[in-house]
């Protein structure tokens, strides 16, 4: 992989990347797409990266489908897919860690500690090996990919981060690789997220700006599925990430929420300009 990424970089080429742990769906698609728009060659990867999940996470039955998406990337047009094991990326004796400081311990991270350490460590390991102009990431990871954002500025790395939209099924559901653990009857409540979401966008648009009240409103919605245990609704800088009173300038809304052993995310990125204005993007 290094060897092609470096005859790509020699040649002037503007190399393109998507890094995946694989189990394919439209919402990656909707990077590769974006990724072919603007570069070439388009680089996927396939790692299941352990160092982002806990011991009593879902590491081992992470859904893995490597021959349906390598067809997929291929039939998209990826150029090369990468593909390491874990000894690639890890051999005997890795001791270096990436840890990005006053982001990673809230929301996810006071969930789930140490995770997007591994997530650091393991897109910079990526980076270092696919060298890439552009990285595509989705929006649905919206932690992640500001996280990512204050690596790549903080090492002065020469990669820019593309985020693209969130890619929902017709429900109104993001697009993940854990709605195949979802039962039918969860499939179903998990639409309560983005109905959520949603009774906070009408609220922003008719000039609620008080966050309180904001997440008051989508833990009612949330709260009409008994089934779902949310483990977090709240209101944030979009930059610092730390919790904020009234909606200014760019903030998330954030959710996560449990389906029995499922634990699913969903956001909502809301813009607040000059006048006082919103445009939210869900």
Do not use: W
Request: hydrophobic share 45%; aromatic share 6%.
């Amino acid at each position: 992989m290094k060897q092609e990424a470096r005859q790509a970089q020699a040649e002037g080429r503007v190399i393109g990347f998507v890094p995946t742990m694989g189990a394919l769906h439209a919402g990656h698609m909707s990077l590769v797409e974006a990724a072919r728009r603007d570069t070439s060659p388009v680089v996927a990867s396939i790692f299941v990266n352990p160092k982002q999940f806990a011991p009593n996470e879902d590491f081992a039955k992470y859904p893995r489908a490597f021959d349906a998406d390598r067809e997929l990337l291929a039939n998209a047009g990826v150029d090369f897919l990468f593909a390491p094991s874990i000894d690639d990326m890890y051999p005997p004796g890795f001791r270096t860690v990436v840890n990005v400081e006053g982001l990673s311990d809230r929301l996810e991270g006071r969930i789930r500690p140490g995770h997007f350490r591994g997530v650091a460590t393991v897109v910079l390991r990526l980076f270092e090996i696919v060298a890439p102009h552009f990285a595509y990431f989705g929006r649905k990871d919206a932690q992640q990919v500001r996280i990512i954002r204050q690596m790549v500025s903080d090492l002065a790395l020469d990669t820019e981060i593309m985020i693209c939209p969130i890619v929902r099924e017709s429900d109104g559901l993001a697009m993940s690789s854990r709605n195949a653990y979802l039962s039918a009857a969860d499939r179903n409540s998990a639409t309560v997220l983005y109905r959520a979401l949603q009774r906070a966008e009408e609220m922003i648009l008719a000039g609620e700006r008080d966050t309180a009240r904001l997440i008051t409103a989508m833990k009612r919605v949330l709260a009409a599925e008994p089934s779902g245990d949310p483990d977090y609704v709240e209101i944030v800088s979009s930059d610092s990430l730390e919790q904020v009173n009234i909606l200014r300038k760019d903030c998330l809304v954030l959710l996560a929420v449990r389906f029995g052993a499922t634990r699913l995310i969903d956001n909502m990125l809301v813009e607040i300009d000059d006048s006082g204005a919103a445009v939210c993007s869900v």
